[in-house]
């Protein structure tokens, strides 16, 4: 019985009742009934691995060769390719003839096969998710667990530190970065590190409302235009920030050296080339630079 996986194999008439009536005793076992020759039969074939592997071992696949196996084909009265016929608890108990949609060969299924176990959620995955829609505290706690049984998870480390950084916890977060040694993650680590110069700027610089106040008197004040950006960018709210620090850049690109370039990059790595305002104001600071 040569085998494509655990849960699908070949069946010949020398192992027939072994491998698929006195199994079905134990899991529901699915029977595909093909030929070489046959085209529908394999476009039917990777479908019914496809659906086999997604129920994880609660759902056998036996494939059997019409042309090598007459016993089997007049055994059980098999008249057209292909033909695919459920056994369960020794009898057959369901099936179909013909190529169907993945759709109706499950709901065939439903009744017979137990459900696959639930996967397990990720708990990266989970982390990022909560840290994504604001959740800091509910995603510090998950990274923490995680980073318990395996402390040199990268990914993990420098999205535990944006956490430890979002409730100002912001040396605590730099040492956590400082250990971070993989390459695998340049960009958010690079992005992190942004969020943790901007916090620290922040904390220098006036409050947000005297800035605005100062904008209010002179829209062309371009420290004070600068540094709401950055205050801006410690709270979150890149769109405004992304918007000042173009029109900045558009205004004096020479403003302190090229700062407002500069910190436009930060920000670029600290949201991912992936976030769509990365992508709008990059074209934007391509046409201004050009």
């Not at 199994?23 to 029977?31: A, I, Q, T």
């Amino acid at each position: 019985m040569s085998q494509d996986t655990p849960y699908i194999f070949d069946a010949t008439a020398a192992d027939f009742d072994q491998s698929v009536i006195q199994n079905s005793f134990h899991k529901p076992v699915l029977v595909d009934f093909w030929a070489e020759w046959c085209a529908p039969c394999k476009a039917l074939m990777p479908l019914l691995k496809h659906v086999a592997e997604s129920y994880q071992g609660e759902l056998l696949l036996a494939k059997v060769d019409c042309e090598a196996e007459q016993d089997i084909v007049a055994r059980f009265g098999i008249r057209s390719l292909p033909t695919v016929v459920l056994f369960k608890d020794g009898q057959p108990v369901d099936g179909f003839a013909g190529a169907q949609p993945e759709s109706a060969i499950r709901a065939m299924l439903e009744p017979h096969v137990q459900a696959p176990p639930p996967a397990e959620a990720d708990p990266f995955e989970q982390a990022q998710a909560l840290f994504a829609e604001g959740q800091f505290a509910q995603a510090e706690a998950i990274l923490q667990t995680l980073l318990t049984t395996d402390n040199s998870n990268a990914g993990a480390l420098i999205l535990y530190a944006r956490c430890l950084a979002e409730r100002g916890e912001l040396n605590e977060a730099q040492t956590v970065l400082d250990a971070v040694k993989s390459d695998e993650h340049k960009a958010s680590l690079a992005g992190a590190k942004a969020q943790l110069t901007f916090l620290r700027q922040a904390a220098n610089l006036p409050d947000a409302a005297d800035l605005k106040s100062r904008l209010a008197q002179n829209a062309d004040d371009d420290e004070a235009t600068y540094q709401l950006a950055v205050q801006q960018l410690a709270r979150q709210q890149y769109d405004a920030a992304l918007d000042a620090l173009l029109k900045l850049f558009v205004r004096n690109r020479g403003y302190e050296g090229g700062l407002p370039h500069k910190t436009l990059l930060q920000v670029f790595d600290l949201l991912g080339n992936d976030h769509p305002l990365v992508t709008t104001y990059r074209r934007k600071l391509f046409a201004a630079l050009y």
